[in-house]
């Protein structure tokens, strides 16, 4: 498990370095002159000139990118100089929104997907699996901006139950998980179709396996083996779908942290990409690509802990 | 005037409370959260966050905004329909010479937390620091041929011009640039003020907690010289999608926004419950450039034939929804230098347009349009393709992301800027005609004058308009300079606009004559 468990940080450690060198790369190569974007018109030659001098954006591609890797490697994310604050404030004032936003996704994703891929394999062929099915298909198929509008104007316009805008009052958790439920329903709604599929999937294979014939014929209530014994293992295959799938959140949380106007690394980067502030876009990618990258790491090593097949093979 | 007092239901969370929590949501499928909301809060939305609280970083409405609740000017706007200003914290103002203007502060006015009373001295440090090459300010061209402040004693001092500076009234003053800072507290944060919140303020209010990329929440400033403001609380909440905001205001969420022109019509149709919507001319203008220096445009005929085969009220209709007017210029009506009427007739001449193009020798051009891409300027694009195919033209669009075409006709960004051949471009503007042609000089060439025009005649009178204090004679320079680009055949003025603004019925909104919020002068309905 030890060498396991190395390799797969040496590959995330190695994903993170690339990811983020080819991004930077490309950020600094798109077209878009980030002192003219940045300051705008009234900003004179000689505040360009100095901006541009602050920015490094004269040097090399490669010397940029050593500075960049030079600084993080020392801990420093760098400076946002158009708002004069460093890099790291920024980004990790943002973290905390969009990790609540995604794990808010998670849980809406694991605990409908779970419980409608179940209950499909559970009444396989039955008139509400195929309404299951049905779900679970729409579901994945309604990108998460219209999940998120036609919730604001059904929840929030139509029948008021919550608020449309913002992260909540600071250090008021109910006020907090409020704010939280409908942003994070709108990512997660789509997840929860391909989880109930492959629950149902994994269910239906698992409930052929001999060990639960065996269980069966000891006697064990129905509903015994297959939510005790049966869905333990079925919902395996989930967990690593959702660890992967984190990458797709953290796309889907930049809708919604614009659509009900939350802070979060999602905004940060859509503004900073546009704005061409190269030092928060790098900041908060790294970030974001960590952040990824650790959650599918960790969904690979608790995969490989409760099933030593995945090492194994590995 | 909202606000969501759930979260008072959860003072702490431990697992007993958060079984609460879950029936409290489950109550709240029961109760309209309406019912928790107070009166006392104004929710007001910004379509970006402000940058910070310090004016050498201001770089446009957003921070004039912010600034506005929390620090004071000589003079500020009057709300209301028509440009004017109002006293602040001047007792009286003049002009005393063509390149003087003398003030006397109001009696105490006071910083607050304990900074004492605001003096000329405090106006001085205020003025000078942008004209301090380290500083870097970013709207140091506001202030003109500002030198100095002379001050004459601590309640009055004399404002020094290297020349007459006719928009030190109508921009330096009462705009951004005429913010006043306290000079005690700004020395003691370093000579900036880049502070989690300001060290003192001298406004109605003061700022209570910037929450990072969400809000900037303001309360009473209890040291404030004035009438108390209205409102305990002011919340300026950054909403960058339009129908977001909109979407707020129906559910109660914000009390004052800023609407895009397609959900006008709509709104007037349908007006929701409790709420007002407002027009007003904005300032902003619209138009269609064509580079000068492209071969493609060589001759004049050709770039006749085009603005010819543009057919302004056609993009009206489909882009603004029949909300704007087109606009004859880029001077809006009401300010000095607005034009009555275009050269060009707004309607399209494809008859003439084709006439043109057969004297050039061409029997089909080829162009392309560069465009931002927002639904505005892309179905403004559209329909001129659809429509200049009538005069044999062929018009490719090219959008593109802000950031990659706000620097289309940087000269500091690559070669693109010599290839440019049409684009579709929206400016803000301040109520002065000289910051709407101060982007169409020769120097600007490179910079912001895509269309590359130069002319001898507009640059001089763009420098003579500056400095002429008569209002009849620059009303004549402005137009004859707008005439200027529109013969140059490299300008197709489409529209300033109009800001639709929708606000709660519960609150008597005060904004600017192009609708812009003066969230300061806010009061209950």
């Known amino acids: 498990m030890l060498t396991y468990t190395l390799q797969r940080v040496a590959l995330a450690l190695a994903i993170v370095f690339v990811a983020i060198s080819a991004l930077f790369t490309i950020m600094v190569t798109l077209p878009g002159d980030p002192t003219t974007v940045l300051l705008g018109p009234r900003a004179t030659p000689e505040i360009r000139a100095e901006f541009r001098l602050q920015m490094g954006l004269d040097n090399p591609i490669y010397v940029q ?235 690979d090593l608790i995969n490989a802990a409760l099933d030593p097949r995945h090492r194994t093979k590995s | 005037m909202t606000d969501h007092r ?105 910083w607050s937390d304990g900074y004492g009373e605001i003096t000329a001295e405090d106006v001085k440090f205020s003025m000078e620091r942008h004209m301090v090459e380290e500083n870097n300010s970013r709207i140091k061209p506001d202030l003109g041929p500002f030198t100095h402040v002379e001050v004459t004693d601590s309640h009055s001092g004399i404002i020094h011009m290297e020349r007459p500076f006719a928009p030190i009234w109508s921009i330096a003053l009462p705009y951004l640039a005429g913010t006043i800072l306290c000079k005690r507290a700004t020395e003691e944060a370093g000579g900036k003020i880049t502070t989690a919140v300001p060290p003192t303020v001298s406004g109605p209010y003061r700022v209570s907690e910037h929450r990072l990329g969400e809000r900037w929440v303001l309360e009473r400033n209890p040291d404030y010289s004035g009438a108390a403001p209205d409102f305990d609380r002011v919340d300026i909440i950054a909403i960058v999608d339009e129908s977001a905001a909109e979407i707020a205001k129906e559910a109660g969420d914000v009390d004052f926004t800023a609407i895009g022109p397609g959900s006008v019509q709509r709104l007037q ?51 603004y929804f029949d909300v704007a007017e087109p606009s004859t210029g880029i001077i809006a009506p009401g300010l000095i230098g607005h034009r009555e009427k275009t050269l060009i007739p707004q309607q399209a001449d494809f008859a003439r347009a084709r ?19 927002n639904v505005t300027a892309t179905t403004s694009a559209q329909v001129m393709q659809a429509m200049m195919t009538n005069a044999g033209i062929d018009l490719e669009i090219s959008v593109h992301e802000s950031g990659s075409f706000w620097s289309l006709g940087v000269a500091a960004d690559g070669e693109r800027w010599r290839d440019l051949e049409l684009t579709f471009k929206r400016f803000s503007m301040t109520p002065d005609p000289y910051y709407a042609t101060a982007w169409f000089v020769t120097n600007q060439i490179g910079d912001w004058n895509w269309e590359q025009f130069s002319n001898e005649e507009f640059d001089r009178l763009h420098e003579e308009a500056l400095s002429e204090t008569d209002n009849e004679k620059r009303d004549a320079m402005y137009r004859r300079m707008q005439d200027l680009m529109e013969e140059s055949g490299a300008y197709r003025f489409i529209t300033h606009e109009v800001t639709a603004n929708l606000y709660a019925d519960t609150i008597t909104p005060a904004t600017r004559p192009d609708g812009l919020p003066m969230v300061q002068f806010f009061r209950r309905a």
């Open chain 2, 355 to 373: 006439a043109l193009l057969d004297e050039a020798g061409i029997d089909r051009l080829a162009i392309k349009i560069d465009v931002l891409n």
């Open chain 1, 65 to 299: 990118l050593a500075d960049f890797w030079g600084r993080v490697l020392a801990g420093d994310l760098g400076t946002d100089y158009y708002r004069n604050r460093p890099v790291a404030v920024a980004v990790f004032s943002a973290l905390p929104h969009t990790t609540a936003l995604v794990f808010g996704a998670i849980f809406w994703s694991a605990s409908l997907g779970i419980v409608l891929g179940a209950f499909s394999a559970d009444n396989r062929n039955s008139l509400l699996d195929r309404v299951t099915g049905v779900l679970s298909v729409a579901f994945i198929a309604a990108p998460s901006f219209v999940v998120a509008l036609y919730a604001l104007l059904l929840f929030s316009v139509t029948l008021r139950w919550f608020p449309t805008i913002g992260a909540g009052e600071p250090g008021d958790i109910g006020s907090r998980l409020y704010h939280l439920i409908l942003p994070s329903l709108a990512i997660g709604l789509a997840w929860v179709g391909y989880v109930a599929r492959i629950v149902r999937a994994s269910m239906l294979e698992t409930l052929s396996e001999s060990y639960i014939r065996t269980a069966r014929a000891f006697g064990l209530p129905r509903r015994v083996v297959i939510y005790n014994y049966a869905l333990r293992v079925a919902i395996l295959p989930a967990v690593q779908v959702l660890g992967v799938g984190i990458g797709g959140m953290l796309s889907a949380a930049v809708f919604a942290e614009i659509v009900f106007s939350r802070p979060g690394i999602g905004s940060l980067i859509y503004d900073s990409v546009s704005g061409r502030n190269y030092p928060v876009v790098m900041g908060s990618m790294l970030v974001a690509i960590g952040f990824f990258v650790t959650c599918a790491l960790i969904a």
């Open chain 2, 269 to 319: 149709e349908n007006p929701p419950a409790n709420s007002q919507l407002t027009l007003h001319p904005a300032l902003s203008y619209t138009w269609v450039g064509l580079n000068l220096n492209n071969p493609k445009f060589e001759d004049i005929r050709v770039r006749q034939a085009i603005m010819h085969a543009i057919d302004v009220p056609s993009i009206m209709q489909a882009a």
């Open chain 2, 6 to 110: 759930l979260s008072r239901l959860f003072p702490t969370l431990d697992r007993r409370q958060l079984l609460a929590g879950a029936v409290g949501l489950s109550a709240a499928s029961a109760l309209p959260i309406t019912a928790w909301a107070q009166g006392t809060t104004l929710n007001v939305r910004s379509y970006l966050e402000p940058e910070d609280y310090d004016p050498l970083d201001a770089s446009g409405f957003l921070e004039e905004m912010l600034y506005g609740c929390i620090y004071r000017k000589l003079i500020q706007y009057v709300p209301g329909d028509e440009w004017a200003w109002q006293n602040d914290l001047a007792e009286t103002i003049k002009q005393s010479s063509p390149t003087t203007i003398t003030f006397t502060l109001k009696p105490g006015q006071m």
